[in-house]
């Protein structure tokens, strides 16, 4: 499997799309997904240019957030492709973050038994992460990413242009997955972003680091495509972020700002294995802090998270496989951790109560 084949980092690319078609040899007809604010800064520009350059192109828009990622609203998908004679090789196009990324990618993977799936990520995370592998789903009421596939894009064209209309909160919040990604893989990238931390919407640096995490993505995705091994060192800090997400209701944090939570939950429990020193621990929670990510939770108790903890889709033989650093550039998956030290370490993160 080679998963950088299938991706396109171009400054301008979404706004030759008809190109993309063609190269695939997919049809000149195209549905594209996006949800209300990215169809708005967006979509309107590109489906004209789709139409301008011969294709036929559909489009819908969802709306924004978390509650959109949902059994409910890939129904209202399927709906709309079969009352408007969507065929099985007419690609669907996903424009816009995760949410859009996953839901889109889902109704692909599950109509007329799948068809083409084209991603243009418009958001860091999205760009950086769940446009790359193939793994797209929708959540449940229980959990996060509970029912999904496998179903790689045939192209993911990834346009660092895009992210210029980011809200800063966002951007911070995204700032998260990059993070994540130079603590267990990348300690150069670790310092570099220590370096720029005061200047992260340069767009120089967005598409350096752009660039680098979805170099270093690909190469996990190949080494374990099916998400068996390897592939779960991707889950750093997703342990706590799927449990604050899954128990204070979608929308209550920003998946980035879950994950940076969950990222010092994982470093403390992995300077208590002994896994990670103290210093490294600090040197992450500072990064985080100075980008202006949060480090505490104040919207669920700690038993409540670790019920949510046993209904996560990482749960093997009922034990929580955890995400441990071993320094910055270097973690590993498969940890067991006794549940006394979690509880201890999820009370130590809590904000306090007044």
């Excluded at 996903?94 to 109509?111: E, I, K, P, R, S």
């Excluded at 998956?333 to 109560?353: E, S």
């Amino acid at each position: 499997m080679d998963t950088m084949a299938q991706i396109q980092i171009e400054r301008g690319a979404s706004g030759r799309l008809a190109r993309v078609l063609d190269q695939e040899g997919l049809p000149p007809r195209a549905w594209v997904i996006a949800d209300r604010t990215v169809m708005r800064l967006h979509g309107e520009r590109i489906v004209a240019g789709l139409a301008r350059d011969g294709v036929a192109v559909t489009s819908r828009a969802v709306a924004p957030g978390e509650p959109s990622k949902s059994v409910a609203a890939a129904g209202e998908l399927w709906r709309w492709l079969a009352e408007r004679g969507a065929e099985r090789g007419d690609p669907i196009i996903a424009l816009g973050g995760g949410v859009v990324g996953d839901l889109a990618g889902f109704v692909a993977a599950t109509y007329l038994r799948g068809v083409p799936l084209i991603q243009v990520p418009t958001t860091l995370l999205a760009q950086i992460d769940s446009s790359v592998g193939g793994k797209v789903g929708v959540d449940l009421a229980s959990g996060k990413n509970l029912v999904g596939a496998f179903y790689p894009a045939r192209r993911s064209v990834i346009d660092p242009d895009l992210l210029a209309t980011l809200p800063r909160a966002q951007l911070v919040a995204d700032y998260a997955e990059v993070i994540k990604t130079a603590v267990i893989l990348d300690a150069d990238m670790f310092e570099l972003i220590e370096r720029h931390a005061d200047a992260i919407d340069d767009p120089a640096l967005l598409e350096d680091l752009v660039t680098r995490c979805v170099r270093w993505k690909a190469r996990v995705v190949d080494e374990d495509p099916h998400d068996r091994g390897a592939r779960a060192v991707l889950n750093y800090g997703h342990t706590i972020a799927h449990a604050l997400e899954t128990v204070g209701g979608y929308g209550t944090y920003r998946h980035g700002e879950a994950v940076a939570i969950g990222m010092r939950g994982a470093a403390a429990i992995s300077v208590r294995a002994g896994n990670m020193t103290p210093a490294d621990a600090d040197r992450q929670r500072a990064l985080l802090r100075r980008v202006g990510l949060p480090q505490t939770y104040a919207t669920a108790a700690p038993d409540e998270l670790l019920g949510a903890m046993q209904r996560d889709k990482k749960v093997r033989g009922g034990r929580v496989q955890w995400v441990l650093a071993e320094r910055i550039g270097a973690a590993s998956p498969g940890h067991h951790v006794d549940p006394t030290i979690v509880r201890d370490v999820l009370h130590q993160i809590r904000a306090p109560t007044a």
